[in-house]
């Protein structure tokens, strides 16, 4: 994929940029750089490669921290409704807003 001056103009429109000629040039270079890597990292062939939860999986045996799924305060729905102006069924009741 290779950018135009005129991809560039309207890029820049859309962020609101104003750039100079010589800026707009070293911004259509640097884009079609990072392109051609895009390019080349969708050419690898990554079937099989199991996909990294962090980076650092790569080079050194990381241990996850995960707690365990499991329930560690008590059902309080009754002492947080006690201050509601009405409560109906363990649900908030609120005043109609839209007709």
Do not use: W
């Not at 996850?64 to 560690?72: G, I, N, Q, S, Y």
């Amino acid at each position: 994929m290779s950018l135009t001056q005129d991809d560039v103009s309207r890029i820049a429109n859309l962020a609101r940029l104003q750039l100079q000629p010589a800026e707009s040039e070293a911004l259509l270079g640097n884009l079609n750089d990072f392109f051609k890597i895009v390019d080349q990292m969708s050419a690898v062939d990554t079937a099989g490669v199991e996909p990294l939860y962090t980076p650092l999986s790569a080079i050194q045996q990381v241990q996850l921290r995960l707690r365990e799924d499991a329930v560690t305060e008590s059902n309080q729905r009754e002492l947080n409704q006690q201050s509601a102006p009405a409560v109906e069924d363990g649900l908030f009741l609120v005043p109609k807003v839209i007709e």
